[in-house]
C-alpha cells in the first residue's frame, strides 16, 4: 500500500538557517503530494502541494518538488523564522476511490531565536 | 467562521462508554474525511464521505465505530464500548472534488478513555 517516509524530529535550527525536511514515498500509479503544517494549538493547514512530476509547490517562502525519479518531495526554506516553528506532515493521495491522504509521521521543527 | 467545525474539541469519557462526535463541513463541500491521529504520528484514514454516502472504510475502523452523514451535510462519528486505545485525536476534513484538491481540517476532537 501507499506510505510516506519523513526524517524524525524534532530538528531544531537558529532564525534565518537553511531548512530542509526530507519526504520519500511509496505508490501506485501518479500521485499528488502535499506538505500540510499544523501550529500548536491549530488544525493542520496546506502548505504546498504539486500534481505531477518536476511540478515545485511554493507558499510562505517554502518550496518541494516532485521528484519522481527519487519518489520524494523534500521541504526547502532557505531563511527560517522563530514563527515556522510547527510541525510538518508530508502526505500523499493516489486519487484513488476515496482520494483519502496517507500522511507521514510528521517532523517537530523548533526555530530558536 | 466558514472552516470545518468539530464538536467537542475535548472529551473523556470512562471506558466502555459510548461517544459521538460531530463534523461540520465547509458548506459547498461535498467530501468528507475522517482522520484518526495517536500521539507521535501523522493522521490515519478512517472514512470517506461522497455526500450522504459511506464510499470507503479502512480496516482501522472496528464494527465499534460508525459513521454517518444523513443529509450530506454535517457528519456523526460514533464509538461505542470505548477502549483505552481508541484515546487519540479524532480529524475532519473537507474538500469538494475528487482528485488534487485541497482538504480543509478541522481541529479535532481530542478523545481520552480513562
Known amino acids: 500500500g501507499d506510505s510516506v517516509t519523513q526524517m524524525e524530529g524534532p530538528v531544531t535550527l537558529s532564525e534565518e538557517a537553511f531548512l530542509t525536511i526530507n519526504c520519500t514515498y511509496t505508490?501506485?500509479?501518479?500521485?499528488?503530494l502535499f506538505w500540510y503544517v499544523q501550529y500548536p494549538g491549530e488544525g493542520l493547514q496546506l502548505l504546498l502541494k504539486?500534481?505531477?512530476?518536476?511540478d515545485k509547490g511554493s507558499n510562505k517562502g517554502f518550496e518541494a518538488t516532485y521528484r519522481k525519479e527519487t519518489t520524494s518531495f523534500h521541504l526547502e526554506k532557505g531563511s527560517v523564522q522563530v514563527s515556522d516553528s510547527a510541525v510538518y506532515f508530508c502526505?500523499?493521495?493516489?486519487?484513488?476511490?476515496?482520494?483519502?491522504?496517507?500522511f507521514g509521521k510528521g517532523t517537530h521543527l523548533i526555530i530558536q531565536p | 467562521d466558514t472552516g470545518v467545525s468539530q464538536d467537542p474539541r475535548h472529551k473523556i469519557t470512562k471506558r466502555g462508554q459510548n461517544v459521538t462526535f460531530r463534523c461540520d463541513p465547509i458548506s459547498e463541500h461535498n467530501r468528507l474525511y475522517w482522520y484518526r491521529q495517536t500521539l507521535g504520528q501523522g493522521p490515519e484514514f478512517l472514512t470517506y464521505?461522497?455526500?450522504?454516502?459511506?464510499?470507503?472504510k479502512s480496516r482501522l475502523l472496528s464494527d465499534r465505530f460508525s459513521a454517518e452523514r444523513p443529509k450530506g451535510s454535517f457528519s456523526t462519528l460514533e464509538i461505542q464500548r470505548t477502549e483505552q486505545g481508541d484515546s487519540a485525536m479524532y480529524l475532519c476534513a473537507s474538500s469538494n472534488r475528487q482528485g488534487n484538491t485541497e482538504a480543509f481540517f478541522g481541529q479535532g476532537t481530542r478523545l481520552t478513555v480513562v
Open positions: 464521505f461522497q455526500n450522504e454516502a459511506q464510499l470507503e
Open positions: 505508490a501506485t500509479g501518479y500521485p499528488s
Open positions: 502526505a500523499l493521495s493516489d486519487g484513488g476511490g476515496a482520494d483519502g491522504l496517507t
Open positions: 504539486a500534481t505531477k512530476a518536476d
